[in-house]
C-alpha cells in the first residue's frame, strides 16, 4: 500500500505502536506538539542535527531503508559522542514521495526504532511530510553533558599530539564496493558480483558495514571528557583532511600528521592495492569515518583506554603553530599542505550514485 | 554567485558572521559539533520538528527566501505555544541544490535570523545539505516549561468549552490570492492583477500576511498553562476539522461546535463572496491558521485574556461524550459530521503550486 492512500494520520498511528515504552526522562513522547523531557539537574542540553538526502548520502541500492534509519541515528549520535556527551532524546523528520510504499517507510523508521534501542535513546517526536523529491531523513538529536563538562573543537595547543579513533576510509571503501555491485541479502550475506571475486572478499564485509551501519564513539567520547584528557574534538563526517582543517582553523593553528602512522583499515589497504592505487586517498578524503578526531596535552593519560574498550586510539601527529600550516608528512620523507578536501556538499567531485 | 562555487565551509563562514550574540542560556552556539545550552533548573526540555518543502509547504511565487526562512521559525515556534512554553533554541536544518545562489540562501538564513530576534530565540545550529530535490528548510526548536507545568492535547472532558485564538482561515485565504497573481513587493506593497482590483483588496493584505508571515500564539499559551485554565491544547497547522478531531480521538471525546460561533476572518468572507463559494470550508479545512483549539471546564477564568494581550479567543463549541462524535452545528439548525478533511500531507486535493 502506498503513503497515499493511507494518509499521515493512519500511517502515524501506525507508527506509534511501534515505539517502545520510553525512559524515565521523557515526560511526554511521540503524539503532542512537542516531546517534554526532564534533563539531569546541573547539566547543559546539547543538540545536534544531521540529514541524510537520497542519492546525495545513499542510493536506494547502496543503503536498504532500515540502514537509511539506522545510520541516520548513528551519524547524528556520532555529534554528540564529539561533545563527550550521553545521547538522551532523538526526533527524525521525514520527507517522501506521496508514491513511496507504507512497508518501506516503517523499515525506515524500523532503523530508527532498533538503533535508538541499541544505542538507549529515546525516540521521542518527528514528522512527516510529503516531498516531490527525493527522500530526505533528517534527524535531530539531543543529549546532556556528564558532570557540567564538554569536549569542544576549541583549546588545541602547539604540542598537543593528534589522536584518530578506529581505522579510517573503510566507509568510503565500503561505498566503492556497493557501488560496484557488491550487495548485502536480507539475512546479512555479502554478494559479490563476478568481476570482485578475486579481490580480498573477506575484507569487503567490515568495510560495507562501515558504510552501512557506522558505530559512534560514545565511549569514547565520555572517558576523553570524563577525564579532561582532549583539549579538542571532532567527529570525522567529511574525511580527516578537511576536518582537521577545520580544528586547526577553529584554534588558529597548525597541524603535522605522519603518513605512516595513519590506521588504514585493512579493507581500504587490500582494495586499493587491487585497484592499483594509493589507498592514502581514502583515508584522507574518503568521508564518513564517524571516529573521534582529537588533541591531547598529555599522552601519558590516555594509556589505559586501549585495554578498557572496544576502539583503539592512535597518535597520528601534532599541533604546530599556525605558521606552519597543515602538513602531512610522507613516506618518503616529503611534506605535502594538506588541504581541506574531502566531502564538500556542494562543490564535492562524486556524490554516492553519480559515479 | 552559487553554493557550488563558494563551497560549504565558507557560506557556513558568511552565515556565522550574521548569527548575533547568543543569549546567556547558549553556553556554546553554531560551529561545533553540538550546541549546548544550560536550561533553568526544574524546567522540562521541549523539542519539536517540522519543516517547509518547495512545492508542497510554498513555492518561489508565494512565498520569497526571507519568508522561507521566517515561517519556518513561526510554525515550529508555534508548536512550543502550544505547549503553553518559552522557545529558547532553535536550528535549522537547510537542503538545497548546488545551484542555488548565495543570497537567495542568506536571505532564508536571513529570514530566520530576524524571525528569531524577534521571538526572543537563539539560533544555535543546523545543517545544510545538497539534494537534487525542492529547497527542503528542516526546523527544530528547543523550547522549556515555565514553572514545570505544560499543556497537552490530553485532558479534554465532556462539558468543556472549546475555544479557538484568532482569526480562522485567513492563511488558505493568502494563498489563493498568492497563487491568483496577487504579490508583495520588497517594501511590502500589495500588488493586485488587473483580474482582482474589483475584490475587497483592503481585506487581501492580513490574509497575505497570514500566508506569508504566521504569528505564533506564545503569550497565549504561556497564560492558559500558567493559570492552568486549558485541559487541553493544540495548535492548528491542518485545519481546524482535522485538529479537532485529534484532540477528540485523543481524549475519547465528541465535539460540537458552532458555525456562527466561527471566527471566520473578514478577508475569507469577503473574498469567498466574491468567489461565491461559503467560507465555512476555508475556516475549517483551510489550515495554517496557527492559532491555538483548547478546551477549558471553567469559562470565567479566561476572562481577563481578551482586555490584556493582542489576541482574541473565542468559544465555539462544546466537548461531548465520544458516542456523540464530531458535528458541526449549521446556521440553519441542521447538524454535520465534521470529518479530518483537512490537510493530510499524503491525501491533500491540493498543494500550493499545484492547482
Known amino acids: 500500500m502506498r503513503l497515499s492512500e493511507l494518509g499521515e494520520d493512519r500511517f502515524l498511528e501506525r507508527l506509534r505502536e511501534r515505539v517502545p515504552a520510553s525512559g524515565p526522562e521523557v515526560k511526554l513522547g511521540i503524539g503532542d506538539d512537542a516531546a517534554a523531557l526532564a534533563l539531569p539537574v546541573g547539566e547543559m542540553a546539547l543538540l545536534s542535527t544531521d540529514v541524510l538526502v537520497e542519492n546525495v548520502h545513499f542510493t536506494r541500492q547502496t543503503l536498504p531503508p532500515r540502514f537509511i534509519g539506522r545510520k541516520a541515528v548513528a551519524v547524528n549520535t556520532s555529534d554528540i559522542a564529539a561533545m563527550g556527551g550521553r ?41 512527516l511530510s510529503q516531498t516531490p523529491g527525493p527522500m530526505i531523513v533528517d534527524v535531530t538529536i539531543l543529549g546532556v553533558s556528564l558532570g557540567g563538562r564538554m ?15 578506529g581505522k579510517l576510509g573503510a566507509a568510503a571503501e565500503g561505498l566503492d564496493l556497493l557501488e560496484e555491485g557488491m550487495a548485502v541479502s536480507a539475512s546479512g550475506a555479502v554478494l ?22 557506522p558505530e559512534p564513539r560514545i565511549q569514547l567520547g565520555q572517558f576523553l ?33 605522519t603518513e605512516t602512522a595513519l590506521p588504514i583499515h585493512p579493507g581500504v589497504l587490500a582494495w586499493e592495492r587491487v585497484r592499483r592505487r594509493p589507498p592514502l ?24 583506554w586501549p585495554d578498557r574498550h572496544g576502539v583503539a586510539v592512535t597518535r597520528i601527529g601534532v599541533v604546530t603553530e599556525s605558521n606552519q ?24 567531485k562524486r556524490a554516492p550514485g553519480e559515479p
Do not use: M
Not at 532524546?89 to 525506515?108: F, H, I, N, Q
Not at 538507549?120 to 517526536?125: N, P, T
Open 151 to 165: 569536549l569542544t573543537r576549541q583549546g588545541a595547543r602547539p604540542g598537543d599530539s593528534i589522536y584518530v579513533s
Open 225 to 257: 571528557c570524563e577525564h579532561e584528557l582532549a583539549s579538542s574534538c571532532i567527529d570525522l563526517s567529511d574525511g580527516l583532511s578537511r576536518d582537521l582543517n577545520r580544528i586547526c582553523r577553529e584554534n588558529g593553528i597548525g597541524a603535522r600528521i
Open 87 to 127: 545521547p538522551v532524546g532523538l526526533l527524525a523528520s521525514v520527507c517522501v514521495p506521496v508514491v513511496t510504499e507504507v512497508e518501506e517507510l516503517l523499515a525506515v523508521f524500523d532503523g530508527i526504532l532498533e538503533r535508538t534501542g541499541e544505542l538507549k535513546i529515546d525516540f521521542v517526536g518527528g514528522n
Open 325 to 348: 600550516g597543515v602538513k602531512l608528512h610522507l613516506r618518503d620523507g616529503k611534506e605535502r599542505a594538506l588541504d581541506s578536501a574531502g566531502w564538500d556538499h556542494f562543490q564535492s
Open 192 to 213: 559479490v558480483p563476478k568481476h570482485l571475486r578475486e579481490g580480498p572478499v573477506p575484507l569487503a564485509e567490515s568495510c560495507l558495514r562501515a558504510h552501512r551501519d
Open 281 to 304: 586517498e581514502k583515508a584522507l578524503a574518503g568521508g564518513e569515518d564517524y571516529e573521534l578526531l582529537f588533541t591531547i596535552g598529555d599522552d601519558q593519560k590516555l594509556r589505559n
